[in-house]
């Protein structure tokens, strides 16, 4: 057995211009990589980007903050900083054939560094760190490797408590509406009584949506948001809802799967949706909608 590999690099000292810098390709070696961050004053955004081999496209990856005594939770989602000063540690969480830092910078300043290791032994945690990153592994792993439950309008629904059946015969796709060139009204697609689906799941997230049909060769945005309807406008004034695009190849049985990306968030929480036909007033776009669920 070897010795322990262990590698750090300078990625910016001080930097006050917008950069992307790729790590060295030794990090592929490394078990775990952790990138500290130290803003001064800085207003900008920061994306941990990686790739599995080399034909591929740099995206976005998980990490989970180090610096955090609380429990934390992984996140895929581009750093944000408003005139901030402070220290950051992101643990990069999985297997990268390459990772890149893309950073964009308004004001101020921003110093970064990566370190990493062959042996995750040589990283020390306390309890809290490796009660974070157990939390970290088990939600990445489950939502990898986990069941799908596919849901329609319900056969008989009742209020906002149960909008959705499983996905089967006579379950129709639930219908979205644009407006004059905006976007139509909210359509609630899961219910409160809707999930858990599995007996002692207690969170989910909404991860696929099959587009049945449509009635415009335009492109459809349709937006996602959770929870209460008096919350909906806020919601959307916070940007705190997600949206997948989709363009059909003909005017009606131009059916295709969508992958969509969702918080967490509890079982029993209301889903709602919305769709805008750019241009174009009072097209229709139909879908069903794929769930994840877990016990934690």
């Not at 769709?275 to 909608?289: E, F, H, P, V």
Request: proline fraction near 2%.
């Amino acid at each position: 057995m070897g010795l322990p590999y262990v590698i750090s690099e300078e990625v910016w000292n001080a930097q006050v211009v917008t950069n992307t810098k790729e790590l060295l390709g030794e990090f592929e070696r490394c078990q775990v990589v952790i990138i500290e961050i130290t803003t001064t004053g800085f207003s900008g955004t920061i994306d941990i980007q990686g790739k599995v081999q080399e034909l591929s496209a740099y995206s976005n990856i998980p990490y989970i903050r180090q610096d955090q005594a609380a429990l934390q939770v992984p996140a895929v989602d581009q750093l944000s900083y408003d005139t901030d000063t402070g220290v950051y540690r992101y643990a990069v969480l999985g297997y990268w054939r390459r990772i890149k830092i893309v950073m964009t910078r308004s004001a101020g300043s921003i110093t970064c560094g990566a370190a990493g290791s062959s042996n995750a032994i040589n990283f020390i945690v306390t309890d809290p760190q490796i009660a974070t990153i157990e939390e970290a592994t088990f939600i990445v792993q489950n939502h990898n490797h986990n069941h799908e439950k596919w849901m329609g309008v319900a056969a008989s629904p009742s209020g906002e408590t149960h909008k959705a059946d499983r996905l089967g015969p006579g379950i129709a796709a639930f219908a979205l509406l644009s407006d004059n060139d905006a976007y139509g009204s909210w359509v609630q697609i899961l219910g409160s009584s809707d999930t858990p689906i599995q007996a002692g799941k207690t969170q989910m997230d909404a991860h696929r949506v099959l587009v049945t049909t449509t009635n415009s060769t335009e492109a459809f945005v349709v937006q996602f948001a959770f929870g209460e309807s008096a919350g909906l406008a806020a919601l959307i004034a916070a940007e705190d809802m997600t949206e997948f695009a989709y363009i059909s190849a003909t005017n009606n049985a131009d059916s295709g799967i969508s992958e969509i990306r969702t918080k967490r968030i509890a079982s029993g929480t209301k889903i709602w949706a919305r769709a805008i036909c750019i241009g174009q007033t009072a097209k229709t776009i139909n879908l069903y909608i794929g769930v994840h669920e877990y016990e934690r």
